[in-house]
């Protein structure tokens, strides 16, 4: 393992559960974390990583902050880059760049990014119009995609209209004072996703193309290595670079990826931070995401990416009713063939991902059945 | 809807789930049934089908049983084929005949069969003695898959040995009186079966390609169609064919084949029967295999297989508990996207399969998905 030491702590902007994960890389490598975060009570801060509570919005808790911090990374995108940029001094390096920021976090100009990189992306344009969204219906077909062009994650912000009616609804009901995009519908048989990371110098390290499965937007699960051909998972490693080398960016980004019946395949989104996709990586990879990013903002040689098994699998673990949750596990899951990841949320509801299970086999399909037995070990109950 | 009339009923032998299913499918089709089974309570009769209860292998039962009958049918091919000869009168016909019942049956036999009609499957090997596995593993490597030929179903009967420690073990605690072969383990990248059928006057007509997944050799759930590419689902389907006509079968078959991430396919086993890889079709196809199977033993034409969503999954409920089970579940479930069929089973214990939910969307995926949304609509308490 490499060790590193920094005069300055990484500072992340964000203290939820990437962040959480981000502190535990670090610590491993000897290097100290600052973390923003506006709650009191996050899963940073339950992992006892050092937290300033502030507002991530106002310049004034920025600078505090920001005053003894030369490097910064996000656990999130939708940060206000202008206040950043009022509050950073002339010593502070963004990673990835406040301008990269400002691209991926709208879905316009992030798709408008992709599109010029000559990447693969479903038809979209921008619409301000009932009638622009008809003309795209009209040149695509239904359902017809609209997504807000900024904030949107977990599908919040996205909307499959099926029809002229459906399309009537949301434009009387939704439309007021949003920044619109619309997307053709992508009838995709599975989604993938990929982690890539780039260094200081240049250097990318992609970690291999993962399966995802998604209910209502929510990752249910992921899996890896994906079944998919060989010379599919080399286009994708391919489209990963042309991203994050076009963005210039240093750091793991995550690239989703729609994968049809035919094999075509689409660039969905980006996300310029680690992401769930990948939490896999942990005891999956020989490097993980986390370790990966941290080493790659802090100026380290990347790490090997391999699978450390043939197949893993990562199932998030999901909020089963509303208010404060607490965790029932034994000790060693699935007889030692998986490991648990438990967020501390103080803060729970039904739906929300509360922590992770990682496990491993001889495949992919293996590997996620030891987790779906593995969360069968685990019970969700309220907090005493 | 096709109607017919029978002179006699169409003869089951076994009462469970899938000769409940066979059941309801006869009755829509104004076909009555006549059901053999041991136990008083059995999902058939739960269902209010005809039960003569009786013992399969007992000659004297199945001649009272068999008198009335002139097609017979099987939900179970481990059925004693001796005493199904010796009680047999001369105007009854067995759909699939007791011949090839009896070569499905041993998985040795079955092997060979699919080895001479050409068709992909891993290497294998009759074994008596440890040397011989010693051998087999020589010459395959390790993992070595060793299989009792009979009875073996849901992976029973079926034990991977991982190296000679486990070679060892496994000889010393367990072969006593198996017949036993060996197999060379595929490390399949996941797991498809098709149903195939075959008609009286020799059409054959197949369902589409079914990707399935397993847990502990248990299917948790099934969702079509499978992501593979075109050509492959056209080889399956031309081997399914291969191995009904080979036969001259009449009625349904499920062939269960592994897949390797290198896109190899290899038969894994048959069923010469309905199958829980098939029972998505209820829901999922214009005809389903039960309708299909009940179609082909009486002389019917074969109905149309094609889906009748772009994406179909079924997702087996399992018991979770030792104990009788009863079900608590809303009239509508995933608001009128899936479907819920219950078994009625008297006996359940843990992992037991007790039903199964059908769900429906513009992929598999998203079938899937919707299925799992569903199951946690459906609660299992203990019987009062």
């Known amino acids: 393992m490499a060790h590193a030491s920094q005069t300055s702590p990484v500072g992340i902007l964000g203290g939820g559960q990437l962040a959480m994960m981000l502190g535990e890389a670090a610590q491993r490598l ?10 009191s009570a996050s899963p940073a801060h339950a992992a006892h990583f050092p937290v300033t509570i502030g507002d991530w919005r106002n310049p004034s808790d920025l600078k505090t902050w920001l ?14 880059t202008g206040a950043l940029r009022e509050a950073a001094h002339s010593n502070l390096q963004f990673f990835p760049s406040l ?104 250097s990318v390290a992609h970690f291999p193309v993962v399966e995802t499965f998604q209910s209502n937007s929510i990752c249910l699960w992921a899996k890896c290595p994906a079944l998919i ?21 240093v750091g793991v980004f995550a690239v989703e990826l729609f994968y049809t019946a035919s094999g075509e395949i689409f660039i969905n989104e980006l996300a310029p931070r680690v992401h769930n996709s990948g939490h896999y990586t942990i005891e999956g990879c020989k490097t993980s995401q986390f ?34 949750c607490d965790i029932q596990s034994p000790s060693s899951l699935a007889n030692g063939h998986a490991a648990l990841h438990w967020y501390h949320k103080q803060d729970s509801r039904r739906g929300r991902k509360l922590g992770h299970i990682t496990a491993w086999g001889d495949t992919a399909n293996a590997a996620l059945a030891t987790a779906i037995e593995a969360r069968k070990e685990i019970e969700l109950c309220p907090k005493k």
């Open 30 to 39: 000897n290097m100290p974390t600052s973390i923003l975060e506006r709650n």
């Open 67 to 80: 005053a003894s911090l030369s490097i910064v990374t996000f656990e999130n995108e939708f940060v206000d």
């Open 99 to 202: 301008d990269a920021i400002d691209l991926i976090q709208d879905k316009l100009y992030q798709k408008e990014f992709l599109k010029n990189a000559g990447l693969p992306v479903p038809r979209f344009r921008s619409v301000s119009t009932m009638a622009d969204c008809e003309a795209c219906a009209d040149d695509w077909g239904w359902p017809l995609v609209l997504k807000e062009r900024r904030m949107g994650y977990d599908g919040k912000g996205t909307f499959v209209l099926r029809g002229p009616d459906a399309l009537d609804g949301f434009w009387s009901h939704y439309h007021a004072g949003r920044d619109l995009m619309a997307e053709e519908f992508i009838p995709f048989a599975t989604e993938l996703a990929i982690q890539v990371a780039r260094g200081k110098d240049g």
């Open 229 to 249: 051909p060989r010379n599919d998972a080399t286009a994708i490693k391919q489209m990963a670079s042309t991203v994050i080398n076009q963005l210039n960016a």
């Open 291 to 324: 370790e990966q990013h941290i080493r790659a903002v802090s100026g380290l040689a990347l790490g090997e990416t391999s699978l450390t098994y043939p197949g893993v699998a990562m199932l998030n673990i999901l909020g089963e009713f509303d208010g404060q």
